[in-house]
């Protein structure tokens, strides 16, 4: 019997994915749930698993083509199972059935197609989830991969590599040249003194983390001091649309992520109602999500604000632009000690430069100027009612 491989649902607005890459080959078996194939949309990458188990008898749509919602992306013959194939990666995972828990889908694939001791994988993440990255370093870094390893060399020595772009690109691509093109884009600057929060952070990180299952962090405090500052200047929350201003009385806030494939941005929905212990919950597991590539068009759909955090890569400044058609983005970057006058001395304090971007046929200078302003003395200046414990 014969079953169909269907396009899901991607959600509003959403009619047709491209097929990025096949996982499995014709004639390979799977298990019920076992990723198939991946395809991309203009948002997010993701993973189409089998319906059913059985072995792929048709590859109905090759890679690089595009298929519409609903579309038949290949055929499962149920009567046909390939016992070897499965076998072979049930016998592996046994060895280390402690661990099978915790083995990213496209990890435990590599594993199982390159007979790898799941023991002998040094692991990076500090929930010790084996992903594909560990994978790959434990095998280029094995006597049983010379050759591998030559391949691959010879490919970097290579003057030029084509590589077509992916819909995530190009669409990144297409939004920033969008936001230049359409918006009238300028950048103030200021300073915080992060003294005040990085005192709470170490007097408050362990009954923190005991009371929500989660560290808290910088980014929590930034989304609080933002919402603040959009109360005071609705204009900032606000987009243009044709002749009219569209002011948003909800505040979703959408947090930048790089990701292997681009830079995304989920939205913590509704963060004006959240204490700082659901909004450290809500960005963990958003960011998770995004490095996974298990973002949901939901995760991604209707953000206010965004706030992007360039000093995780060791930035000292930078313009971040617009996401559009929001009107704000904000940036953050490194801390770093910097001499400050205090009470006319010269002491040293952790310093970070904060950038904001706004639409300026929208957002007057002063106002830029005092959003920024307000985040600033927010954050300098933490108060219990901010803080939410």
Known sequence: MSVEIKVPTLGESINEATVSKWIKKEGESFEIDEPLVEIETDKITLEVAAPSAGILEKISVNEGNEVKVGGVLGLINESKINEK????????????????????????????ENNIDISKIPVSREDNRINKKDVIEYMSSTQDNISQNNNLQSKSLQEEEIVKMSNIRKTIAKRLKEAQNNSAILTTFNEVDMSEIIKIRESKKDSFLKQYGVKLGFMSFFVKATISALKEFPAVNAEIKEDTIVYKNYFHIGIAVGTEEGLVVPVIKNANNLNFGQTEKIIFELSTKAKEGKLTIEDLSNGTFTISNGGVYGSMLSTPILNTPQSGILGMH????????????????????????????????????????????????PSAMILGF
């Open 85 to 112: 194939n499965i076998n072979k990666e049930e016998k592996i995972i046994e060895k280390n059935s402690e661990k099978e828990e915790i083995i990213s889908p496209s990890a435990k694939k590599m594993i199982a």
């Open 334 to 381: 490194n801390i770093v000690k910097r001499p400050s006058v205090v009470d006319d001395k010269i002491v040293i304090r952790p310093i970070m430069y904060l950038a904001f971007s706004y639409d300026h046929r929208l957002i007057d200078g002063r106002e830029a100027v005092s959003f920024l302003v307000s985040i600033k003395g927010a954050l300098e200046k």
